[in-house]
């Protein structure tokens, strides 16, 4: 078993400690915000929602055999124009059907929230710190003493 050895803080290292402290409550606040943006997007089926107005848009445009250039205004689709829009219908459609904006949000939650249960997450760093702060005195592995006798 390693043995501990309780060092005191100095005036600078506090300072610093506060500062790592004030920076993991961001990082936590942050990161809780995000899931719960995620979470509520997830349960609204946004990305779903998202992509079937996608699919009516693309279907009214072969329909009307237009195109938009970079300003937004319409033009004549080629046979080319319109190819291309249909592979990407049947592309959306594919992923409405294999739920791919639902499934990715999943994944992106699960994601964040494994974050959260790492040993360097925030969270697992801001009552180490709190403590840290409150003793003014961190631990750290004891180092043998050097023997001189020998090399």
Same mark, same amino acid.
């Not at 005191?8 to 942050?30: C, R, W």
């Not at 409405?96 to 997450?121: M, S, T, V, Y």
């Not at 003014?136 to 050097?146: G, L, T, V």
């Given at each position: 078993?390693?043995?501990?050895? &309780? $060092?005191?803080? /100095? #005036?600078?290292?506090?300072?610093?400690? =506060?500062?790592? +402290?004030?920076?993991? !409550?961001?990082?936590?606040?942050?990161?809780?915000?995000?899931?719960?943006?995620?979470?509520?997007?997830?349960?609204?089926?946004?990305?779903?929602?998202?992509?079937?107005?996608?699919?009516?848009?693309?279907?009214?445009?072969?329909?009307?055999?237009?195109?938009?250039?970079?300003?937004?205004? &319409? $033009?004549?689709? /080629? #046979?080319?124009?319109?190819?291309?829009? =249909?592979?990407? +219908?049947?592309?959306? !459609?594919?992923?409405?059907?294999?739920?791919?904006?639902?499934?990715?949000?999943?994944?992106?939650?699960?994601?964040?929230?494994?974050?959260?249960?790492?040993?360097?997450?925030?969270?697992?760093?801001?009552?180490?710190?709190?403590?840290?702060?409150?003793?003014?005195?961190?631990?750290?592995?004891?180092?043998?003493?050097?023997?001189?006798?020998?090399?």
């Amino acid at each position: 078993m390693v043995e501990l050895e &309780k $060092i005191e803080m /100095t #005036d600078e290292e506090l300072k610093e400690k =506060k500062l790592q +402290l004030e920076h993991a !409550k961001i990082s936590k606040d942050e990161s809780d915000l995000i899931i719960l943006e995620m979470e509520e997007t997830l349960d609204a089926k946004l990305g779903t929602r998202l992509l079937k107005d996608d699919i009516v848009k693309i279907k009214e445009d072969i329909a009307e055999k237009v195109i938009y250039d970079s300003y937004g205004k &319409k $033009i004549d689709a /080629t #046979d080319a124009d319109i190819d291309r829009m =249909k592979i990407t +219908l049947d592309k959306f !459609k594919r992923q409405l059907k294999l739920d791919i904006p639902g499934r990715q949000l999943r994944f992106k939650i699960n994601q964040l929230r494994d974050a959260k249960e790492r040993i360097d997450a925030p969270e697992k760093q801001i009552k180490k710190l709190e403590k840290e702060i409150r003793e003014k005195s961190y631990c750290m592995p004891a180092r043998p003493a050097r023997n001189p006798m020998v090399d």
